[in-house]
């Protein structure tokens, strides 16, 4: 079976070195099953990255978006109740979509540019097939089907960069963040990593997603679960 993210042409070693991890294709009913509506699957279809090599990379974001509905990995109410921060998201909308987010904080410098906010406006118009704009306060409100019909979504676009230590006119993590998304995510100080500060941020039930990688936190019972997606 066809699998995303598996290349011949890359060897295993060179894999390893980038990254990528293989996951199970899906055939057209499985994606129908599993995303459930013409939204989802807009989101889906449109996965995009920069990260190079690209194709592999894309096929890989989308694999982890299957595998992590599929386990359902994020709970529903974490996603409808608490941010998810998509730190240097670029202009990806549909990842954070894809994956269920309903109160998503796109976070990247690049997002000062007009140009890149357009782009998204034009992306999230393209899925839900309905005119979208940023209000004033730099927010952009739509609805959108996860699968239980349509529900209010609020994308809220952070023209900053994340420094761990929270410097003057960086991004700071707001306290109870349901989710967040690192995919090969860039700071001024380098890539972006999972360290104790980001993970004190995160809700009871709530998880960080760093490349094919979860980490699950319990915070009742002090706990954290770490789970690898797709296969090495």
Partial sequence: MENYGKFDAISPDTKRLLGIRDFEHLAPEQKDELLKTPDREAAFDGINTTTTPRKPKREMKKGIVAEIIKQRLLPDEILRDYPMVYIGSETDIEYPLALGGRKIMMVDPILENQQAVQ??????????????????????????????????????????????????????????????????????????????????????????????????????????????????
């Fill in 119 to 232: 782009e998204i406006l034009k992306k999230i118009t393209s899925i839900i097939k309905e005119q979208t704009k940023q209000n004033p306060d730099g927010k952009v409100n739509f609805n959108f089907d996860f699968g239980d019909g349509k529900e209010p979504v609020v994308v809220e676009l952070v023209a900053r960069p994340y420094l761990k230590d929270e410097k003057e006119k960086s991004f700071s993590i707001p306290e109870n963040t349901g989710t967040i998304l690192l995919f090969a995510s860039q700071g001024p100080s380098g890539a972006v990593r999972i360290d104790d500060a980001m993970k004190s941020k995160i809700v009871h039930g709530g998880a960080i997603l760093e490349e094919a990688d979860i980490l699950k936190i319990d915070k009742e019972n002090n706990k954290e679960e770490f789970i690898e997606l797709g296969q090495k």
